[in-house]
DNA sequence: GTCTATATCTCGATAGAC
DNA sequence: GTCTATCGAGATATAGAC
């Protein structure tokens, strides 16, 4: 896995993951990345011999990327809420670092180009995800220790968290246009966020 | 407001929609909506005059699609429970009908086109969005009459619910991948997500 | 209004000098 | 390894015959 670039080619591919994420595949153009990283655009094919090979490096690179936040801010804890307050805070910090990511994954999957489809496939099939399947264990476990009510669907439920982590930096642009004065200071929503999502949920799945 | 186009240009339009729905502004080319339409690439310059202006057309109708699918699936009734209920069946509905829908605005609006924003400004100033106010007033209102507990944030839980109903159309593909047996049967998955939606977030709000 | 042919432009990719 | 010049594909847009 252990992919050996020069310094030089890791501040190209630096640059290509910037432009790409904020553009996607059909939106970057070669020459943008060769501009914003300084180099001459004959150099990009040189080195990463085609924008198709460069863009399913970064997309791979991208996707790992989410798809790690969310396994990552995953860690049982003593009790159920601690688990999901743990998990809300981590994975919305994640988001506000990468704020682009989430939509950049749904946006390229979307049209689903075959290049994108194979490489999430196989990343799947080689296990290079962690499966969410711990979180359904971890609700199953709750649920059956007492701590939440019972006879609700896991997969729902995490459909819901997810959605309530990540909405907010899809839908920025909309709520920006809606509320222009509520969301003057987007830092103080976010953090917010993590405890309204918690409480919210948690007093959902509350006995 | 009403632009009467002959039932040709109607066809086009509708055709066009088609194409930007699934692969946007970039990945759309003109030929294919010629193709698709069964017309000469030809007229579509002649009727339309160029694709900007064709795409900015089809952007406005979408948009505005999608926040009033939002706006028209808000109805107060008796209590907050059953306005809850309604929302997110209705709503959630309408998302079914148009699965690319959330992911066409979040996706169009992202890569923050000068046009794409202007255009949202300029709906939202002219009031052609209905405004999502009426949304918090009514939680307001709930809370007043001692229906759900206080002390939470509208805007939070707006966020949340929105997020709730979009989020598995826009997360499919990968949801798919990493859960290839239990999404087998998609309409009965979102069929049951009324309910989960409704319970989870009442539940959550109720004293 | 419709269609063919073509102009024009953008972009990915490469040849070839250094 | 690097840069300039350019090729060739593919896309938007238009000219002009009918």
Redesign the interface.
């Known amino acids: 896995m252990e992919e050996k670039f020069t310094q030089k080619e890791e501040h190209i591919l630096k640059v290509a993951l910037d432009v790409f994420l904020?553009?996607?595949l059909?939106?970057t153009k070669m020459q943008e990345i060769a501009d914003r990283a300084g180099v001459n655009k004959a150099m990009l094919h040189y080195y990463f011999r085609s924008k198709e090979r460069l863009y399913a490096m970064i997309f791979e690179k991208l996707f790992l990327k989410f798809m790690n936040a969310m396994a990552d801010s995953f860690r049982p804890e003593q009790n159920f809420a601690a688990t999901l307050r743990h998990f809300v805070g981590t994975f919305i910090d994640s988001m506000r670092e990468n704020p682009?990511l989430p939509?950049f994954?749904?946006?390229e999957?979307?049209?689903?180009g075959a290049t994108v489809?194979k490489i999430?496939?196989d990343l799947?099939e080689q296990k290079a995800?962690k499966?969410?399947q711990i979180m359904i264990d971890e609700l199953r476990k709750a649920e059956r220790r007492g701590e939440i009510r019972a006879g609700?669907?896991p997969?729902?439920?995490i459909?819901?968290l997810?959605?309530?982590c990540?909405?907010?930096f899809?839908?920025r642009?909309?709520?920006e246009?809606?509320?222009p004065d509520?969301l003057d200071d987007w830092d103080t929503?976010i953090e917010?966020?993590k405890e309204?999502?918690f409480?919210?949920?948690?007093?959902?799945?509350?006995k």
């Open positions: 904020e553009k996607g059909h939106g682009r939509l994954v749904a946006r999957l979307s049209w689903g489809q999430m496939h799947v995800v499966s969410p609700f669907s997969i729902q439920f459909f819901t997810i959605g309530a990540v909405y907010p899809v839908a642009p909309i709520a246009a809606l509320f509520l929503l917010q966020r309204a999502v409480d919210l949920l948690y007093n959902g799945l509350k």
